[in-house]
């Protein structure tokens, strides 16, 4: 037997052993013009609702409009957790200040990242018992209200309890009106996954964001595989928050090893932003994530956005799961 042969075999072999289906994930909300389309599309293994953005009022227009729509796949609501985000937006003539959804502590001066490492500014001081950062530098655009924040300083502590007071509330909102699939956003530790279960119920199926260096520590050392928790591969911010910029490829190969069924999300087909035809690299990027054993992706928000841009990407990603999935070693 030859060398090709023999690989076949193992591969071949390797499929009957693992899910061969490959899913789709992507983020939506009902008042998109294109959700219908992609609401009713097969091809779609689950729609995320990520209400990072959303305040109470708009998530009860939308779970409305949702109750109207004839939705055929399985929708997953998105729970922020320890994430840091923007919750007001101070008027200086100066230099940003900007209020927190957690308390902080860390060591300053230091480095703000913002739009997902694209964009930074100088923290100079923190205020209002940690939740009011004062800076002494400008980032190039504009901060909006609900947008991410990453702060890098191993002295860096988030403090306060795990969810908002306006979080638990849209917990509350999405759990009567019958969700039983959520993402858990930064998943530090078991105590973060108990407590949120402890509001959406032990039989809850939960798809835990990993983000950060504390998350890998808690998939490495703490996470047990569970029937109704899978680890997500949030390479959004991950790939933000480590220390150098390869170590997201350990980071991937850790999180599949420890959840065979793990989802790797955002940063994927990122190149049909500007392009009509996905780069090589990008379908090189599947392929690799393929090998290594997942069988779950997920689009992000900015190629979801757009009816266009989202069409492109799960033709794309159609193309793939009909091809290299069924015989790799011939593409």
Known sequence: MNLLASWLKKSEQRNKETDKNLELLVTLWPSFPHFLRFAQDSRLAGIRLNSAMMNNPELENELKLLKTLPVKIPLYFDVKGRQLRVTK??????????????????????????????DQAILDRIDDDG??????????????EGESLHIRHPSLQVHGETFTEAELQKIEKVRRAGFKHYFLSYVESQRDVDRFLELVGKDAEVMLKIENKQGLSFVANEFHKRSNLTLVAA?????????KPHEIMAALRLIIAKDPKACVGSRIFLSTVTSPVPECCDFL???????????????????????????????????????????????
Not at 131 to 142: D, E, H, K, Q, V
């Open 131 to 144: 939740t009011r950062l004062i800076f002494r530098s400008c980032p190039a655009y504009n901060i909006r």
């Open 235 to 243: 390479r959004g911010d991950l790939y933000v928050e480590l220390d």
């Open 285 to 331: 990027e599947l392929a690799w994530l393929y090998d290594i054993g997942y069988r779950s992706m997920m689009l992000c928000d900015e190629i979801c956005l757009k009816e266009h841009l989202l069409g492109t990407a799960v033709n794309a990603f159609e193309s793939f799961r009909k091809t290299y999935t069924k015989n790799p070693a011939h593409m």
């Open 89 to 118: 937006v101070h008027p200086n003539p100066d230099f940003p200040e900007l209020s927190l959804n957690h308390p902080i502590s860390v060591e300053t001066p230091t480095m703000v990242l913002f739009k997902a490492g694209a």
